[in-house]
């Protein structure tokens, strides 16, 4: 959201310390991940699961990336949590 702090990017650094080819991969990573939120959607955007499956797969392939410490560390949540970021109940009531 607009006009929300990002510390991502610094709490990465604060965790990864040197480990510069890490952190550069995993703000690869989410750059990908944005690109994807963002991107515009021909016909009906894609559904709730859909999009929670991405998300998901994208958590997955951090974790991979960072290990269970440090991802627990850089995000806040273990890697083995399942996160969904779209409500289907509220996706549906929006179409």
Same mark, same amino acid.
């Given at each position: 959201? *607009? +006009? $929300?702090? /990002? /510390?991502?990017?610094?709490?990465?650094?604060?965790?990864?310390?040197?480990?510069?080819? #890490?952190?550069?991969? #995993?703000? @690869? #990573?989410?750059?990908? !991940?944005?690109?994807?939120? @963002?991107?515009?959607? *021909?016909?009906?955007? *894609?559904?709730?699961? !859909? $999009?929670? @499956?991405?998300? %998901?797969?994208?958590? &997955?392939?951090?974790?991979?990336? #960072? +290990?269970? &410490?440090?991802? !627990?560390?850089?995000? +806040?949540?273990?890697? /083995?949590?399942?996160?969904?970021?779209?409500?289907?109940?509220?996706? %549906? /009531?929006?179409?």
């Amino acid at each position: 959201m *607009p +006009g $929300l702090p /990002d /510390d991502f990017e610094s709490r990465a650094r604060e965790v990864l310390g040197d480990d510069a080819k #890490l952190l550069a991969d #995993l703000l @690869a #990573l989410r750059e990908e !991940t944005n690109r994807f939120a @963002a991107q515009k959607w *021909p016909g009906s955007p *894609p559904s709730a699961a !859909t $999009l929670n @499956a991405r998300n %998901q797969h994208l958590i &997955e392939q951090a974790a991979k990336l #960072l +290990g269970p &410490e440090k991802f !627990t560390a850089i995000f +806040g949540f273990a890697p /083995d949590q399942k996160i969904d970021l779209v409500d289907p109940n509220i996706q %549906q /009531d929006h179409r």
